[in-house]
């Protein structure tokens, strides 16, 4: 199984400061086939980000993905309060599919 | 409107075993692969099981293989774990999902249904 480490466990931060999340893999990942989740309590995760940098429908651009091989990040440029949640990382390139263990932004 | 209705939760006694189920609608079941995803009270996402499109293709984390079955009927748009061997660390709310494809990447999540392993 690949691996993927999150950095920090937790963030804290205000709204308007940026935040970078960071992702590690234990392996390259196939095709950077990178996926970053947003959970808010006592809800089910949202899928932001895919293929590392391409945002899914509907989410804003304050949002972006980057990375290749094993080393990710996701960035928000300026914190929402809307925007204070646990984020995963995913990989979907080797099987099994597997996740990082989170970082929550307070 | 996309519903994923996971069912057969519940209370089980260490070894024992459970059977989920996953009923799908509004969206084309049999065309995308599906997957089982558990989260533990307070902790982070499991990614535990998933299953391709015609169901001939199955993958499982270490944690659970051996352990877990997942199969799908497409003829009734639903998804299956057949849980066996049960642990006190398998208790977890577990949700399906689908994630599209590689490169139609989008997520569709049910509301999860709580196993609980305790004596």
């Known amino acids: 199984e690949v691996m993927l480490t999150q950095s920090p466990g937790t963030l804290s931060l205000s709204p308007g400061d940026r935040a970078t999340l960071f992702c590690r893999a234990s392996?390259?990942?196939?095709?950077?086939?990178l996926a970053w989740f947003q959970q808010k309590p006592g809800q089910a995760p949202r899928l932001l980000i895919s293929g590392a940098s391409a945002r899914a429908t509907g989410i804003p651009d304050r949002f972006s993905g980057s990375g290749s091989g094993t080393y990710f990040t996701l960035t928000i440029s300026r914190l929402d309060p809307e925007d204070f949640a646990v984020y995963y990382c995913?990989?979907?390139?080797?099987?099994?599919?597997?996740f990082g263990g989170g970082t929550k932004v307070e | 409107e996309v519903l994923l209705v996971e069912s057969g939760g519940g209370l089980v006694q260490p070894g024992g075993s459970l059977r989920l189920s996953c009923s799908v609608s509004?969206?084309?079941?049999?065309?995308?692969?599906m997957h089982w995803v558990r989260q533990a009270p307070g902790k982070g996402l499991e990614y535990v099981s998933g299953?391709?499109?015609?169901?001939?293709?199955?993958y499982y984390a270490d944690s659970v293989r051996g352990r877990f079955t997942i199969s799908r009927d497409n003829s009734k748009n639903t998804l299956y774990l057949q849980m066996s061997s049960l642990r006190p660390e398998d208790t977890a709310v577990y949700s399906c999902?689908?994630?599209?494809?590689?490169?139609?990447?989008?997520?569709?999540w049910g509301q999860g249904t709580l196993v609980t392993v305790s004596s």
């Open positions: 999902v689908t994630f599209g494809s590689r490169t139609n990447y989008f997520d569709y």
């Open positions: 509004g969206f084309s079941f049999s065309s995308y692969s």
């Open positions: 392996q390259s990942i196939s095709s950077n086939y």
């Open positions: 995913q990989q979907y390139g080797n099987l099994p599919r597997t």
């Open positions: 299953i391709n499109n015609s169901g001939g293709n199955t």
